[in-house]
């Protein structure tokens, strides 16, 4: 029975509602309840639509949930909607990517205000870049006799964020490269290649000043991995961001090592850090992660708290400006 293979590193805390009444499966799982935070939806990059994530996460019996997309909160409004009638919760999420000089940083955004004006102002921004940048790279790449369609880019793309993976598939369909790979070459789009364009940045820095300014929590998504490289955040890095107002860290992730888990919270422990934990999932038509991280729910309303924090010190300052 699922509610039994729970393989959590720590004990699992007994809820606080414990004892429940006359215990049957549904409330043997509520009896060790347990959070995904990091999850993907067509909004970005994954395969599923909001509704369906939110629908998957409660038959995987999670008691919570957190959409965070890719630099977009437009999923938020359909799996607030679905998580209402489906019974789960869910936090509304956003995960930023930033450059920390020429390192990507992924931060992300917990509790924050879909509706702020600001933020979305920023996250349009964001996402019009991305777009527009592989837009204004098919222009390069036609200027440079490389026939592909942006028409035929945007239609690769799908659903997903447009980018330079969906670009090298076209030069790859179109017979101008054999594989993905070749189109990151200096003559077409690496970085500083003959029709790359820079992106539109943020620092990580910027990223958290936006998260805390709309009611939000900033939390540094997987410091122990990204893209399978062996490139673990320094605790150096994360001071300066604890400085800049991080308030929690991904202690758990689905391809973090027993040894992060442990470094990261004696750091969470340290500097009085939220732990927060996801799997990343992308959808059932990417590499299906969910399940992976079965965060302790005392974990969420330990986020909660700090969310409502955040939005007690928002209302504050917006007060004080006012004023
Ligand atoms: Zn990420
Ligand atoms: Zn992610």
New binding site residues.
């Given amino acids: 029975m699922r509610f039994t293979s729970l393989s959590l590193p720590y004990p699992t805390p007994i809820h606080r509602f414990f004892p429940l009444p006359i215990p049957h499966p549904p409330l043997l799982i509520s009896l060790s309840r347990i959070a995904d935070l990091h999850l993907h939806s067509t909004a970005s990059d994954g395969s599923d639509p909001p509704a369906t994530v939110v629908r998957r996460a409660a038959r995987a019996g999670f008691a919570a949930m957190a959409l965070a997309d ?1 630099d977009t909160m437009d999923g938020v409004t359909e799996a607030l909607a679905e998580a209402a009638i489906v019974g789960i919760e869910m936090i509304p999420g956003v ?1 930023y ?1 930033t450059l920390d000089g020429e390192r990507e940083i ?1 931060m992300l955004g917990y509790g924050l205000d879909p509706a702020d004006p600001a933020l979305k102002r920023e996250l349009a921004r964001l996402c019009a870049g991305r777009f527009n940048r592989a837009q204004l790279m098919v222009e390069k790449l036609n200027e440079l006799g490389i026939q592909v369609s942006w028409e035929r880019v945007r239609e690769i793309a799908g659903d997903e964020n447009v980018g330079r993976p969906h670009v090298a598939r076209a030069m790859q369909e179109a017979g101008y490269i054999k594989t993905i790979k070749d189109a990151f070459t200096p003559d077409y789009i690496a970085s500083g290649g003959r029709a790359y364009v820079e992106r539109v940045k943020i620092t990580p820095e910027e990223s958290i000043a936006q998260i805390r300014a709309a009611g939000g929590v900033a939390v540094l ?2 410091p122990g991995r ?1 893209r399978g490289d062996d490139d673990q955040i320094g605790d150096d890095t994360i001071e300066r961001y604890i400085a800049a107002g991080l308030e929690g860290i991904e202690v758990f992730y689905s391809r973090h090592t027993a040894e992060m888990v442990k470094h990261y919270s004696e750091m969470a422990a340290r500097y009085s850090l939220v732990i927060t934990g996801g799997s ?1 999932d992308h959808g059932v038509n990417a590499e299906s992660l969910m399940g992976r991280v079965h965060l302790p729910y005392e974990y969420v309303e330990q986020l909660a708290d700090a969310i409502s924090a955040s939005r007690e010190r928002r209302v504050t300052c917006v007060g004080n400006s006012q004023g």
Wanted: aromatic share 12%; hydrophobic share 25%; no cysteine.
């Fill in positions: 890719h995960e990517s992924h998504a997987h990204f990343d």
